[in-house]
C-alpha cells in the first residue's frame, strides 16, 4: 500500500513539472520602461577587429507587433586600423559602411525547454538586409596612360587616389536576448548568421587633371584583392550587437 502510494505520489510530481515546463512564459521589456518599447540603440563590436574596421552604430525602429527596420552607419580611418601592414601599405585610406534591414519577429522561442512568448525587440527573427562598402586609398604605383583595348602608351609613377565599392544583400535568421544585469534591464545582446550575395567593383583611379576619367592600373592588388576577382559571388555574415532599449 505504502509502495503504491509513493508511485502516485512520483507520477503526480512528473505530471507537474511536465505542466510547468508547458506554461507559456512572458518575456517582455513593456514592465521595465512602462510602455511598450520603440527605439533599440545598436553598437556593433566585431567591427573594430575587421580588416577593413570601422566604428559602427545603428538604430532599431519598431513598427507594430512583429516588424522592425533597423539602419547602420559606420566609419574607420588609417590611424583606426590595427593591422600595421595595412596601415603602411598606403598613403591614406577610409573606409564607408552602411547597412539597411527589415526583420520581423516570431514572437515566440524556446528556452531551458519551456515555451516562451516575447514582444520585440526580443526573440527569434527572420531579416532580410542590403549593404554597402567602400574604401577609399592614396597609393604609389604605376598606372598605365593613354590606354586603348587593354593597351597603354605608357605607364606613369605616382600617388594616386583610387576606391573600391562592395555592395549586396544576406537573408538573415537571429535572435535578440536581455542581458541579466541588475536593475533596469535595458541591454539586449543581438546574435544572427545569414547567407546571400555580394558583388565587388573594380579599384578606379581618379585623375582630376583629366576630368575624373579613369585610369588602367598596370598590375597587382589592393587590399587584399585581385583587379581580377570583381564581380558578384556568394556571402555569409555571422556577427553580433549589443543594444540598450529606449
Not at 534591464?185 to 548568421?193: A, E, H, I, T
Request: net charge positive.
Amino acid at each position: 500500500m505504502a509502495d503504491r502510494f509513493c508511485k502516485v505520489l512520483v507520477l503526480l510530481f512528473l505530471f507537474s513539472l511536465n505542466g510547468l515546463a508547458q506554461r507559456v512564459l512572458p518575456d517582455t521589456l513593456t514592465p521595465v520602461l512602462n510602455r511598450p518599447p520603440q527605439w533599440v540603440v545598436k553598437f556593433a563590436p566585431l567591427s573594430l577587429i575587421d580588416l577593413d574596421n570601422t566604428i559602427q552604430f545603428g538604430a532599431e525602429r519598431l513598427l507594430g507587433r512583429k516588424h522592425a527596420i533597423q539602419a547602420e552607419f559606420g566609419y574607420g580611418w588609417q590611424a583606426l586600423n590595427l593591422y600595421p601592414y595595412r596601415r603602411d601599405d598606403y598613403d591614406d585610406f577610409e573606409v564607408w559602411r552602411g547597412r539597411l534591414e527589415w526583420r520581423r519577429y516570431s514572437g515566440r522561442y524556446r528556452s531551458n525547454r519551456r515555451p516562451h512568448y516575447a514582444t520585440p525587440p526580443i526573440g527569434r527573427y527572420i531579416a532580410v538586409e542590403t549593404f554597402f562598402k567602400q574604401l577609399t586609398v592614396l597609393e604609389t604605383t604605376a598606372v598605365g596612360r593613354e590606354c586603348l583595348d587593354g593597351t597603354c602608351a605608357y605607364f606613369q609613377q605616382g600617388t594616386f587616389p583610387m576606391y573600391r565599392t562592395v555592395w549586396g544583400a544576406h537573408f538573415k535568421l537571429g535572435r535578440q536576448f536581455v542581458l541579466s544585469i541588475p536593475g533596469e534591464n535595458r541591454l539586449l545582446l543581438d546574435f544572427y548568421m545569414g547567407l546571400g550575395f555580394r558583388t565587388l567593383s573594380l579599384f578606379r583611379f581618379s585623375n582630376p587633371a583629366n576630368g575624373n576619367d579613369n585610369i588602367v592600373r598596370s598590375t597587382g592588388s589592393v587590399f587584399g584583392w585581385d583587379a581580377g576577382q570583381a564581380g558578384s559571388r556568394l556571402s555569409g555574415t555571422l556577427g553580433i550587437k549589443l543594444g540598450y532599449v529606449l
